[in-house]
């Protein structure tokens, strides 16, 4: 009896603590439509945060190359790619990395904090984080 009851503790507590967390998968929703538009996955690699582009909705789009991007990235399939680059933690928000829009192909200054178990706030910006875009990534169930 005690070992089901360690054994069940140990998953709540596992359970909790990843919900806690920035890293896992998550929804993108369109901002006109509300619906999802693609899943990101976000996963830590040397101690910094990156994110990938691991699942495109719209069958149209699945096959998508960023054409608008420029560098090694530039007419690379957008479903794979690397979207999010070399944030570090800095109290309670991983900062110091940057974004890429695909849509657009601009790059951006960029910090992430989880705001709720299941929200992640994404706030792209150019110089200053007062100018710029925040977007809402909703954890995948």
């Not at 719209?58 to 999010?84: F, H, W, Y």
């Not at 110091?96 to 992640?120: A, F, H, M, R």
Request: proline share 1%.
């Amino acid at each position: 009896m005690k070992r089901v009851a360690l054994t069940f503790l140990f998953f709540a507590i596992a359970i909790t603590m990843s919900a806690q967390s920035i890293f896992g998968k998550w929804e993108n929703k369109d901002e006109e439509t509300g619906k999802v538009d693609s899943v990101i996955e976000v996963f830590e690699k040397d101690g910094k945060a990156y994110a990938k582009i691991v699942e495109i909705t719209d069958e149209a789009r699945k096959d998508a190359v960023c054409d608008l991007c420029s560098g090694k990235n530039k007419n690379q399939p957008i479903l794979g790619m690397t979207i999010l680059t070399g944030l570090k933690k800095d109290g309670d928000e991983w900062s110091g990395g940057k974004i890429l829009d695909p849509k657009n192909g601009k790059t951006y200054k960029c910090y992430i904090q989880l705001v709720e178990s299941d929200k992640l706030k994404i706030r792209g910006y150019i110089g200053f984080a007062l100018i710029g875009r925040t977007a809402y990534w909703y954890r995948q169930k």
